[in-house]
């Protein structure tokens, strides 16, 4: 494929928490196309969900090494909320409650925040809740959800279903999915992964982050990466997730140490 | 009881400033000979340790009510009043005096208006008073005038009532007003006090006295917006017949050094009283709520819920109690108040307290104080929200929640906009 449609470029990416010593990421190399969909896998602690938050600016983290250019710019310049507006979306492992702010509300603030700083026009009222609409229909997410304050009493389901509703509605370029699948029952796993399938296209990459293979018989990857102390270890093809699945992490914690 | 040994520049010019209504002469005297001996409440007093009221009144405030204010300037006041046209009675005190000419009453029938300062009385109009309270005696020796409304038994009073006080510039004055307001069984009322003041430093001292009688409903709404240079002094003094309901809500967004007080009583059995409120600080303004909610008889139930937001150095008080006497089986008490601070020079004093002498109740209490949440923060900042936008939206969502305690959408949707201005920078604070 040509250097124009790469999307994601990380290179020799180091990074740690910030005021601790112990690096997490220690030389992440990882390319992806528009288009595609990467999946990394692997055990807990070995740097996942650092990776989700230091593509997307989360404060407490120091990157002390290489560098991450998004669509030809450097990412690690940018404010979380100018990396959503140029179309990066994470969908968090443990998606925050916020009280008092209506879903509905927080979802037109985000979309016309994200809209004009793209220099677009924000949209109207009703134009935003035709869009809303039809995308939770898809999604089976109920209207009476929509008035609830964001997360604030929903179930692990409905929490990541509404995950997916606001990828949905901000129509990202490349989203990000970190343990979408945790505390999902397996109908809740069929709908989201049907939602986030539905969001596949040539313009739209997508890394899934996730422990587990379970959800990679939803969400079928192009390419499946090993993460383990803090390096990917191994790349491979969608029957590298099921030869994990049978022989566990165990060999890749020994050959990264 | 403390002697005062030397007096402060404040309480010698209280002591010594004339006026008092001539009605009530008697009540006038007895304030004096009290104030006389206690003068200014100080740190040494458990109830005032956050709020020494004799170290913050630095300045001599003559007793000036009535002193000529411009018109523009009451004009541009009058125009800043927030819930405009929302009330259908509204009676204007300018510099603590009643202006007939701002003021619009709806004509109802049954609802009695009366200004406290008229010649003449009706015989409903009382003052209770309030025993001991450095603010109750200083407005009962200084006071100039005020509402007394009346809503008879059985009536519903069609629209609000607001009462609109406006300090003007003139030179520093002290402000001295009552009301006194009595819903009597089933009727019901929904009260606007709004305190407006700019380029004046005054110091505010305003009493309200309400009487709910059986059965019936008190909603009331205040906004303080005094000028940031100012001192607002207030008492609430509610008693509560059986089965009555009393809504109160204030915003304090005003005045340099604020001490409000509530006292609660309820006097008759299935009774309930929510008193919630809203704190928007900056600067250096000094806001402090204390609470007396006296669950003097059986089966009476009050909630609180102060929302508080504070800003640069500003600092807020919430003490909140409640008593529960031996008789007062199944009260159902429980009050909460949340501190926001946006600097780390902020400050959030919370004191709950509960005194339970019944049995059979079930109370509680929970006091939080904090900064904003950093994951809402990054959560919101993930979906594409500006920082600034983003901290609006949770401090507005924190305020919010108190704010919700108000039922009249219209007024509730007026509160929201006065706080998402201050949000946005539109204050007025002390330097």
């Given amino acids: 494929m040509s250097e124009e449609n790469k999307m994601l470029e990380i290179k020799n990416l180091h990074a740690r928490v910030e005021d601790e010593h112990r690096e997490i990421l220690r030389g992440v190399n990882l390319t992806v196309k528009a288009g595609e969909v990467h999946a990394i896998m692997g055990p807990n602690g070995s740097g996942k969900s650092t990776l989700s938050y230091v593509l997307t600016g989360r404060d407490g983290y120091e990157v002390s090494e290489g560098s991450v250019t998004y669509k030809g710019e450097d990412l690690l310049e940018m404010e979380p909320d100018e990396r959503a507006a140029k179309g990066i979306f994470l969908a968090f492992q443990y998606p925050v409650e916020i009280p008092g702010v209506a879903t509905m509300q927080f979802l037109k603030v985000a979309l016309n925040a994200q809209r004009k700083a793209r220099g677009e026009a924000e949209l109207t009222t009703p134009d935003f809740m035709r869009l809303v609409r039809e995308r939770a229909g898809k999604l089976g997410v109920a209207q009476e959800m929509l008035k609830r304050p964001v997360n604030v009493g929903f179930s692990g389901g409905e929490k990541k279903r509404a995950e997916i509703l606001q990828m949905a509605v901000l129509e990202p370029a490349l989203c990000i999915l970190d343990e979408t699948d945790s505390g999902l029952d397996i109908d809740a796993l069929k709908v989201v992964a049907d939602g986030v399938n539905a969001l596949r296209s040539p313009d739209r990459a997508m890394i899934v982050i996730t422990h587990y293979q379970r959800l990679l018989n939803y969400i079928v990857p192009d390419v499946v990466h090993v993460l383990s102390k803090g390096r ?25 140490a | 009881m403390d ?4 007096k402060t520049a404040a309480e010698a010019a209280w002591l010594e400033a004339g006026g008092g209504l001539s009605w009530l002469e008697a009540e006038r005297a007895k304030a004096v000979e009290s104030f006389g001996r206690t003068g ?24 000036l009510a009535g002193s000529e204010a411009g018109a523009a300037a009451v004009d541009a006041l009058m125009a800043s009043a927030p819930f405009g046209d929302l009330a259908a009675t509204r009676l204007v005190f300018v510099n603590g005096r009643f202006d007939a000419a701002r003021s619009r ?12 300062a008229a010649a003449e009385r009706p015989g409903w109009v009382k003052v209770t008073g309030t025993e001991e309270d450095p603010i109750d005696a200083l407005n009962l ?35 001295t007003t009552r009301n006194v307001v009595v819903v009597e069984e089933g009727a019901a009322l929904s009260l606007i006090e709004t305190h407006l003041g700019n380029d004046v430093a005054h110091a505010a001292n ?17 906004l303080q917006r005094d000028d940031a240079s100012s001192v607002h002094l207030a008492n609430l003094v509610a008693g509560l017949g059986a089965g009555s309901t009393l809504h109160d809500f204030t915003l304090t967004m005003g005045a340099r050094v604020v001490r409000q007080q509530g006292f609660v009583r309820f006097e008759g059995e299935g009774a309930t009283a929510r008193i919630a409120g809203a704190y928007l600080l900056a600067g250096r303004q000094h806001a402090d709520t204390r ?22 150095n500003a600092r807020g008080i919430f003490q909140g109690k409640v008593v529960v006497r031996p008789d007062a089986q199944k009260t159902d008490g429980k009050q909460s108040s949340h501190g926001l601070l946006l600097s780390p020079t902020a400050e959030f004093d919370a004191k709950p307290e509960l005194e339970i002498f019944a049995d059979d109740v079930v109370c509680g209490h929970g006091a939080t104080s904090g900064e904003i949440d950093e994951d809402q923060m990054f959560y919101l900042r993930a979906r594409g929200i500006p920082e600034p936008q983003a901290r609006s939206l949770l401090v507005a969502a924190f305020v919010g929640e108190a704010i919700a305690a108000v039922e009249d959408e219209a007024l509730r949707d007026c509160l929201s906009d006065m706080a998402a201005r201050w949000l946005a920078g539109e204050r007025r604070a002390a330097a």
């Fill in chain 2, 291 to 312: 609470l007396l909610v006296d669950h003097a008889v059986p089966g009476c139930t009050s909630r609180e819920l102060f929302k508080c937001v504070m800003d640069e």
């Fill in chain 1, 232 to 256: 990917i270890v191994r790349s491979g093809d969608k029957s590298l997730a099921l030869e994990l699945e049978e022989q566990g992490y165990a060999a890749y914690a020994e050959e990264a």
């Fill in chain 2, 206 to 222: 305003s009493v309200t006295e309400v009487r709910v009688g059986k059965g019936a409903r008190l909603d009331r709404v205040k």
């Fill in chain 2, 3 to 6: 002697q005062i040994v030397q």
């Fill in chain 2, 40 to 63: 200014l409440p100080n740190r040494r007093l458990e109830d005032w340790k956050w709020t020494d009221l004799k170290r913050l009144i630095d300045g001599a405030y003559p007793a």
């Fill in chain 2, 141 to 175: 020796a200084h006071l100039s005038d005020g509402a007394a409304i009346r809503v008879p038994a059985g009536t519903a009073a069609e629209g609000a009532i607001e009462l609109c006080f406006i300090a003007a510039p003139g030179a520093a004055a002290t402000l």
């Fill in chain 2, 105 to 116: 009453i709806a004509d109802e029938a049954d609802v009695e208006i009366v200004p406290l």
